[in-house]
T-cell receptor
């Protein structure tokens, strides 16, 4: 069945460091891919999305490219800030769009 | 614009007591609705989803149930809570387009004592 695998955390970075959080997926057909961010005590917020191969989603300095050949959707940011500290979830929706599959989440802490 | 409301924000209930969590969506019609549970420090577990009034799909057999009495209302219930029901419960909705993302509420922190 469909699934998402993302890198284990926690990840600790210094402010202004480069961030990569790896995400790979298994799916039949052509799923849509998403990154969500969760701040402590809150629900998940959509960070960015890509709906077809080679699409690049971007928001708030974060980027991810839908790579069909490597079945990946890695999250990147060139210079992280303390306010980026949160848990990040990679997700896909199946072809019908009724079911979503989430990775286990990666906790990011950015220190000044 | 669309908004999703989920309440209560926090709840402490004794073992064996009933549960009712409510979620409503505004600004859209015929959304797909979802209930997820997030155990402490862990990922998301899909509990139920609904594609229409009265249509509920259960993903995990347990002592929880869901109902959708109105188009934009989704209720999570239990007749008798267990300690293992403690967690962070999230309601979410999405539009009918296949590429629509999920939009989450702010969650309910349930502690069963």
């Amino acid at each position: 069945g469909d699934s998402v695998t993302q890198m284990e955390g926690p990840v600790t970075l210094s402010e202004e460091a480069f961030l990569t959080i790896n995400c790979t997926y298994t799916a039949t057909g052509y799923p849509s891919l998403f990154w969500y961010v969760q701040y402590p005590g809150e629900g998940l917020q959509l960070l960015l999305k890509a709906t077809k191969a080679d699409d690049k989603g971007s928001n708030k300095g974060f980027e991810a490219t839908y790579r069909k050949e490597t079945t990946s959707f890695h999250l990147e940011k060139g210079s992280v800030q303390v306010s980026d500290s949160a848990v990040y979830f990679c997700a896909l929706s199946d072809k019908a769009g009724n079911q979503f599959y989430f990775g286990t989440g990666t906790s990011l802490t950015v220190i000044p | 614009s669309q908004t999703i409301h989920q309440w209560p924000a926090t709840l402490v209930q004794p073992v064996g007591s009933p549960l009712s969590l409510e979620c409503t969506v505004e600004g859209t019609s015929n959304p797909n609705l979802y209930w997820y549970r997030q155990a402490a420090g862990r990922g998301l577990q899909l509990l139920f989803y609904s594609v229409g009034i009265g249509q509920i799909s259960s993903e995990v057999p347990q002592n929880l149930s869901a109902s959708r009495p109105q188009d934009r209302q989704f209720i999570l219930s239990s007749k008798k809570l267990l300690l293992s029901d403690s967690g962070f419960y999230l309601c979410a909705w999405r539009g009918q387009s296949n590429n629509s993302p999920l939009h989450f509420g702010n969650g309910t922190r349930l502690t069963v004592t």
